[in-house]
């Protein structure tokens, strides 16, 4: 099985799943911010496998096949078990995060499922992607000295639990194409080393 990471755009997606790792260690140390930056990456990860796959001649079918399941597997660890791992640190594991988190990660199972079984339609997703999840988890957390930690933690919750019912909702959203990439990348890039820095103080 190992030799379907021999594959680039495999690769790419199993480094990912390596970060996403890192990123939950970092989260159950209750490093929030550190955290959030490896997701970014893991992020990244997951949007540049794509583009790889489309780019590698002559990919066989079994390949693609062991891809594609590959995928959602980082997609659910990135975009749904690690933002339920930050929201139970950032709440101090309390009872509203047990049932939030519960609840991000059926929509995120449930959204991955339709995605794999129906794909785009028209050039735009069903349902928002959980891609969105830690970019805005990365916002709040930059935000957070501006906004106070009696209103943080509220604002991140309710926030989240409207991104767990826009998942599963019959919304269009279109996805990233061309110049999009760019400045996916440069927010990731960015936000990144600026929660690092913070991680580290």
């Known amino acids: 099985m190992l030799r379907y990471l021999v594959d680039p755009a495999n690769a790419m997606t199993a480094t990912g799943i390596v970060i996403s790792s890192a990123a939950v260690y970092a ?3 209750g490093h929030v911010e550190l955290a959030t930056a490896f997701g970014l990456w893991a992020m990244l990860a997951d949007q540049f496998d794509g583009i790889i796959a489309k780019r590698t001649r002559h990919r066989p079918e079994d390949v693609g096949k062991i891809g594609k399941s590959l995928d959602g597997f980082s997609d659910i660890i ?6 339920t791992i930050i929201l139970m ?3 101090d594991y309390s009872i509203v995060t047990l049932v939030l988190g519960a609840a991000l990660l059926l929509a995120g199972a449930l959204r991955l499922s339709y995605f794999s079984n129906f794909g785009l339609c028209g050039g735009a997703f069903t349902g928002l992607p959980l891609s969105y999840d830690l ?3 990365a916002i709040l957390l930059l935000a957070r000295p501006h906004i106070g930690d009696s209103a ?3 604002l991140v919750l309710g926030l989240f639990g409207v991104l767990a019912c826009f998942h599963v909702a019959p919304v269009r959203v279109p996805a990233p194409r061309g110049t999009m990439y760019v400045g996916i990348t440069a927010f990731c890039l960015a936000a990144s080393i600026t929660l690092i820095q913070r991680g580290l103080q």
Do not use: C, D, K, R
């Open 89 to 91: 640190t950032i709440a």
């Open 27 to 29: 989260a159950l140390l």
């Open 78 to 83: 990135y975009g749904a078990v690690l933002p």
């Open 135 to 137: 970019p805005i988890m």
């Open 152 to 154: 943080f933690t509220p």
